[in-house]
């Protein structure tokens, strides 16, 4: 199983990128998905994340001017933000839980970090 994730970039403050994330390989289902940031001396914080269902969860700082979606047929999430600020400036990891057989039990994955530098 792997995540691939694209659409970091460096853009001004109150500018828009959007993050995509892809799960390919062989699994029997993926749960929750979401995307976890970490900012240099600092800890991976969660951004934002989005269950099966569709039920998302914000971290307060995003609130507002960050959008969550997945395409389930697709195995896909992505991150729309608005409005970036100076310190939205980190490295943005995609995370999936996805269960790889009915047999096992789901487990945590990551994606390898895509950089986001939000700088007039």
């Known amino acids: 199983v792997q995540l691939q994730a694209s659409g970091g970039g460096l853009v001004q403050p109150g500018e828009s990128l959007r993050l995509s994330c892809a799960a390919s390989?062989?699994?029997?289902?993926?749960?929750?998905m979401g995307w976890y940031r970490q900012a240099p001396g600092k800890q991976r914080e969660l951004v934002a994340t989005?269950?099966?269902?569709?039920?998302?969860n914000y971290a307060d700082s995003v609130k507002g001017r960050f959008t969550i979606s997945r395409d389930n047929a697709k195995n896909t999430v992505s991150l729309q933000m608005n409005s970036l600020k100076p310190e939205d400036t980190a490295v943005y990891y995609c995370n999936a839980n996805i269960r790889v057989s009915p047999l096992y039990r789901a487990m945590n994955y990551w994606g390898k970090g895509t950089q986001v530098t939000v700088s007039s």
């Open positions: 390989g062989s699994f029997f289902s993926i749960n929750v």
């Open positions: 989005i269950t099966s269902g569709d039920n998302t």
